[in-house]
């Protein structure tokens, strides 16, 4: 007992608080990554795991004396960071200055717009008190008919309207059987996913027989801030991003100031916290709820739209691939807000972007990486890392009397 | 349902005018009222009717591709019973429909499990795959054991992977209360992604091959680990004894819910947890116990197939599949109940089959009628969930009945 007594002891003075000791694990968790990538570059696993390891003692140190959340985080950082590293190691010897440059974080970017569209959308929905497990479908409805109203009306523009309409159009149906009809909104999602995927299937069969996308749809167009003989750290990672990554950044701020600081962010979350004192005071809880769940589909079918029209130029089928479902986890992992949501797209849009780097050196580990995105949602939900806090009357059908 | 016990009016108090929040017992109340066989067959009719329009829309007869797909899953061999013979297409068929409706009574019942304890496992292609690459590991490996052994072992290995995988959404559920349905995602995209890794090249499972391949591929189960088949050759993907078991499963999880301690608890929580919970039934045991059970359903699900007709990962994509996710809708069209899985799963496997690749027409392309599927999956399921406007003409139908009876009374002489 005397040696617990010291440490108590030790933990008493002020510099070595529970939580300043969570806060060093969790710097040690990112440096148990860091000491894999290019500055410094360790070769041996030994490093990344013994920043690991004593990353996770801090952290299950400060958990169990109270400080949940720092010790929480410190502990998950310590583990995903060493392996994490030790992967990086192990996987690319010697070509990890070609998997970590400035141009990671454009691509980083790449892959955050999609989930971050989307990830907006969910919150709009979840906030005014509808689940949308939907957004998968909706996405990929967008990414479908965006493609083919590009090719159609000659113009990346055209695309974009129409992704928006067949994801609104999706949404309706989702809004309709959740609001009017009452069903149990995770089911209708499900429904619409699978909609979707039939709808989308059977159209790109009967439309381009499967395969035939046109060569050469009119794409969304890149801004370009640098000049292209420049290769700069700025001119590679942020001087040729396309338009919607930077509507998508935009629109975080937008959804912000709507959600938290209008009349209309206070409706829609008071429909999603207690729909019955909505009612009371006058707000007219449907329409709340069936604007927002439409502006959900529209906005996930923005992020599909930009998967074809703007990345990939092209359609395969079932393109979104679980992109909707890394949305959904975004929404929950940044705790129903904005710029949470947005953190946590960019975290899962960098781990996609090292896994599609990493696979051209070694094609297993790289996966690990793509796992990485559902690994955190299911340990935040866990409520190791925080707390999640959903919307009071989420997934509760509202009735009027 | 939701509808209040009490009018809303001026003498009564607030807290019986709030309306109980809708939980899966009391839509499963609306099920048993709306009852029989009329509700399913119905949604499944609309289902149907809207896909024939989406046929009829793009060019396409609806009516002789529907008939089309009756012959593609075999249905016209009930016609000629006695031509057991493969050879025969029409038997063809319908032993392969009836190996796709094995497993979807499987997974149909891993969502139904859940459902009768008031749990969504949207998990249960997470838990089949799990099942899939344990029945794959255990083929390839343990050679030297005999055949009774060594399928044993097999399925057991399956079933216990995805019980225990079904239990961690069924754990975080009871300890921190997180919901099910994002925990089962999630699980569903890990067990995707661990399966690209282990037989991935470099991976620890990958088969053995001359030159490592960069996809993911197994190496072939055994033959003593291969299910016996019964009915067609082996090699031609014949049906297996796998049948047998899931009708066993069929008949196993009605006994469990209705004969047993257990089954009695789960449904007790699945009506009501805060009553169960005053009634001394452990709502959080049985919420670990029930997800673990499921997922053991879809787990067997994955190690059937693996040792019953599949034997490795490459013969055919099994990446892209999606026969955990049918598993909801046979499991709600069929009311989570041991009969409707078992007849909803014919009607899938049927479609799933005879859709894809027993369609041999002229009148709708394979690869079209393949999505007409997900249409019509997805349909069934939208209409399904929507219980309310089945309710609504139930409860009206009923209050005629009622009304009728009563001027009937009345009209009486009394004697």
């Keep these: 007992m005397s040696s617990y007594a010291t440490i108590d002891r030790v933990v008493r003075t002020k510099v070595f608080t529970s939580r300043s000791l969570g806060v060093l694990g969790i710097c040690l968790g990112v440096v148990a990554f860091l000491v894999a990538l290019p500055p410094i570059e360790t070769r041996t696993e030994l490093w990344p795991f013994l920043f690991g390891i004593l990353a996770l003692l801090l952290g299950v140190f400060a958990f169990t004396r109270g400080e949940k959340r720092v010790g929480g985080a410190a502990a998950v950082l310590g583990i995903v960071g060493g392996v994490m590293g030790a992967l990086a190691i192990q996987s690319s010897s010697a070509k990890l200055d070609q998997v970590f440059t400035a141009s990671l974080i454009a691509s980083m970017l790449v892959f955050a717009t999609p989930l971050t569209f989307a990830a907006i959308g969910g919150i709009f929905s979840e906030r005014s008190g509808v689940v949308n497990i939907g957004l998968e479908g909706m996405m990929l409805m967008g990414a479908f008919w965006g493609i083919w109203g590009a090719d159609k009306t000659g113009s990346w523009v055209g695309g974009l309207v129409i992704a928006m309409v067949s994801g609104g159009l999706l949404a309706l149906v989702h809004a309709f059987f959740a609001i009017n009809l009452r069903a149990d909104q995770i089911v209708g999602g499900t429904a619409v996913n699978f909609l979707a995927l039939g709808i989308t299937g059977y159209f790109f069969v009967q439309l381009y027989h499967g395969e035939n996308v046109p060569i050469g749809v009119s794409q969304i167009p890149d801004v370009n801030l640098a000049k292209s003989s420049n290769h700069g750290f700025f001119a590679a990672s942020f001087g040729h991003l396309n338009l919607m990554i930077w509507l998508a950044m935009l629109l975080v701020v937008v959804a912000w100031i709507v959600l938290f600081k209008t009349p209309i962010g206070l409706r829609i979350r008071a429909c999603g916290e207690h729909p019955r004192a909505a009612d009371t005071v006058g707000i007219n809880v449907y329409g709340v709820r069936y604007g927002a769940v439409v502006l959900s589909g529209v906005l996930a079918a923005l992020g599909g739209a930009y998967l074809t029209v703007g990345y990939l130029n092209t359609y395969n089928e079932n393109v979104t691939a679980g992109r909707g479902f890394i949305a959904l986890a975004a929404v929950i992992f940044g705790n129903w807000r904005p710029f949470g949501a947005f953190g946590a797209a960019l975290l899962f849009g960098l781990s996609t972007a090292i896994a599609i780097r990493l696979s051209v050196y070694s094609a297993n580990a790289s996966t690990l990486f793509q796992a990485l995105p559902y690994v955190l949602t299911l340990i935040a939900v866990a409520g190791v890392i925080g707390r999640t806090v959903p919307p009071a009357a989420v997934g509760r059908p509202y009735k009027k009397q | ?415």
Aim: glycine letters at 14%; one cysteine or more.
């Design chain 2, 1 to 415: 349902m939701s509808e209040p016990l009490v009018p809303p009016g001026p003498g009564v108090p607030p807290e019986i005018q709030q309306e109980p929040p809708a939980t899966v017992a009391s839509r499963l109340a609306v099920w048993e009222q709306a009852g029989g066989i009329a509700t399913p067959l119905f949604t499944a009719l609309l289902a149907f009717m809207i896909g024939g329009l989406v046929v009829l829309a793009t060019g396409h007869n609806p009516i002789q591709a529907y008939w089309d797909i009756l012959k593609g899953a075999g249905l016209d061999w009930l016609a000629h019973p006695t031509h057991t013979d493969v050879a025969d297409t029409s038997a063809y068929n319908f032993s392969q429909t009836l190996l796709q409706t094995s497993t979807l009574v499987l997974t149909g019942l891993a969502v139904a499990f859940a459902f009768r304890c008031g749990l969504f496992n949207i998990g249960g292609n997470g838990q089949y795959l799990v099942g899939l690459y344990c029945a794959n590991w255990v083929g390839v490996s343990f050679v030297n054991m005999t055949r009774p052994a060594h399928i044993l072992l097999g399925i057991g290995a399956a079933t216990l992977a995805g019980a225990v995988w079904a239990a961690i959404a069924g754990f975080l559920k009871a300890a921190v209360g997180a919901h099910e349905v994002i925990t089962t995602i999630m699980l569903n995209w890990i067990a995707y992604w661990m399966g690209n890794y282990i037989f991935h090249q470099g991976g620890p499972l990958q088969g053995p091959q001359n030159i490592p391949l960069n996809i993911p591929i197994s190496g072939d189960v055994a033959h003593s680990a291969r299910l016996p088949v019964f009915w067609g050759d082996a090699d031609l993907q014949g049906l297996h004894i796998g049948f047998f078991i899931a009708i066993g499963c069929l008949v196993l999880f009605w006994l469990i819910l209705n004969r047993t301690t257990l089954g009695y608890e789960v449904r007790a929580v699945g009506f009501n947890p805060d009553a169960a919970a005053y009634a001394g039934i452990k709502v959080r045991t049985n919420y670990v116990r029930a997800m673990a059970i499921s997922g053991a359903f879809a787990g067997l699900a994955g190690g059937m197939d693996m040792l019953g007709y599949l034997y490795k990962f490459g013969t055919i994509d099994v990446q892209a599949t999606t026969i955990g996710f049918l598993g909801i809708a046979v499991a709600l069209l069929g009311r989570n109940t041991a009969v409707g899985v078992g007849l909803a799963a014919l009607l899938f496997g049927g479609l799933l089959y005879g859709t894809t690749h027993g369609l041999q027409s002229g009148t709708i392309d394979p690869s079209l009628a393949g999505h007409l599927t997900e249409i019509i999956q997805g349909l069934v399921v939208l209409f399904v969930g929507a219980d309310v406007i089945i309710l609504y003409i139930w409860q009206g139908r009923k209050k005629l009945k009622r009304e009728r009876r009563e001027t009937d009374d009345a009209g009486q002489v009394p004697v």
